[in-house]
């Protein structure tokens, strides 16, 4: 059980629709990242997986099969906030785990609480937010599940203890565990990720592979003598999918055709021209700033 | 999954028995400061101007002593070897035309010979039904089981991405958290009971405890009331969250209130009262302890056990029902 089909999720609360129709297929031992604005609809869309949340339309199947109770067996939750017992200690939080999973491991436990500095005697209430965040990781991945899917798992942590849950899931997926993930840093999701949705209030903007999305495209990038200098011939161009200008600096996202926009740009008076590989955040920038390219410009301009 | 619950119902409980260590302290202080031992044999003092003072024991053991008084009454008092319950049988003359007649209030029975003769016995020492002790055990209890009530409530104030991630139904989980708590309630009945019993021991008085059919009817009495009201603030807080305190706080006045005022019978409001006392296990206790009853039913604990019954029944199902349609 760990392929994983979404089809035609959709959830609204009240007038707002939090998901609008959005459907994936993550493939056993596969790290999929969830990206979005604040409010996109990544959280709705984990609950609504998980029937945490009543899904208006759409079917979540688990190796072919809807979410049965016994499933969560094998399916370790992170959410997005702290859900744990502020009167309960660590140590009682990992009991209740090891009383409710049978595959529950308890060296694992042992060994995330020390990879994490966690004392296990210590009430919930006493944690810092990145402690707690840490905390719900060792409960999580101590289960030992073959499904994760983790909502914002590095929140409030460390950057040595975000390093460490990001290394948790690589080395989970290598092991051919399934991780569903969300997060702002999308350093992180590109580094784990190899594929990614990306969603904007609610809808699904872009989705694929990370190497496939970023084929094909180049950041061409351009500085100029002064502020105020024309982009003739850049913005018409069709391959032009994203211009950001700041201050003397031009920064054009283009499909195939790099060179000649390169070459538009050193005609226009830039100088120090070159061409870049595109990253996720240029992805994550162009699907969610994405609007017509001139209205675009007058933002940033 | 029943885990959470049981360090929960442990934690309140805590709370309870510090509450009846505190009581039983007093007890302690009370039994050996002055109070003393309420020994019940030997309370009826023969007065030093009694004549004709006879001692003897009857042939089922009780202690006899029988002497007459300065005026003209002939007094027997008799011990009962096991209990040491006195009677106290007073014979008096009585003067002019007199009738056979008998009376008995209370623990003083009243009888009147053709003879003139006026026989007044009092039971000294009532005997101690262990339904008293079931009874302030049961009332006990009713706060701490409105307490677990809470139960799903606080699971709904941000733990239900943990609670439902677990390997069970929604049910299957909120069934074992009623029956941890339900089980919590009948361990303290149980300590209280015994409390009580070991207080009354403490000063004496556990020979006059009693027990026969009756008792276990109140027990189940008693059991049905914790287990009623537990489910009735259960099903008024299982949507709620934070909110569920204030309701629980709420909830307690009206229906310690609501029994006493069935009689109202301005605007109609005592039946109106009847009617929403109906499901309020309250007033089956206000009704266990007098002749009329304080609900829509006929009085009579047969009546009250059945009517909490359905009213924990219909308050688990509505709680399940409110349960299982929350969202996380």
Known sequence: MSTISIQNLSKSYGSLAALTHFSANIEQGSVFG?????GAGKTTAFKCMLGLARADTGTVLFDGAPLEPHMFERIGYIPERSVLYDWMTLAEHLEMQ????????????????????????KRVRSLSKGMRTAAAVVMAFAANPDILILDEPTTGLDPVNQRAVLKLMIDASAQGKTIIFSSHQIGQVERAAETIAILKEGKLLLSGAVDDLKSGWKIVEGIFESDQFSIDGISSDPDVQRIERTGRILRVSVRSDSDGIARRMTELGARDVRTLDLNLEDIFLGAVEARPKEQSLDVLR | MYYVEMLRAWRVMRIFLIILGILFVLAIVGRFSGHGRMDVANQYVVPP???????????????????????????????????????????EPVSGKTRPAEAKIANVSIKQSRHGHLMTTVLRYHRIPLDYALGIAAIFV?????????????????????????PTSRQGYAASLIGVDILAMVALLGITVALIVVILAMYGLAKLIVADAGTLLTLFFAFAYIVSFYALVMAITASLRRASAVALAILWPVVLILPSLTDVKWLNIGAIVRFIDTINPLAYFYSLSSSSSHTLLPPGIGYSIGAMAVVAVVGFVASLAQWRRLEA
Do not use: C
């Open chain 1, 98 to 121: 090891r009383r409710a999973f049978s595959r529950y491991d308890a060296n694992r436990a042992r060994e995330l609480l020390a990879l994490f500095s966690l004392e296990p005697r």
């Open chain 2, 142 to 166: 009713a706060i701490f089981s409105s307490i677990l009530g809470l139960g799903l409530s606080q699971e709904n104030d941000g733990h239900l991405e943990l609670a439902w991630t677990k």
């Open chain 2, 49 to 91: 101007n009694a004549r004709h003072v006879v001692h003897s024991v009857a042939p089922d053991g009780s202690r006899m002593t029988s002497f007459d008084g300065s005026n003209g009454e002939h007094v027997v008092i008799r011990t009962d070897p096991t209990s040491d319950v006195q009677s106290v049988a007073v014979t």
């Open chain 1, 34 to 38: 969830l990206l979005g604005p604040n």
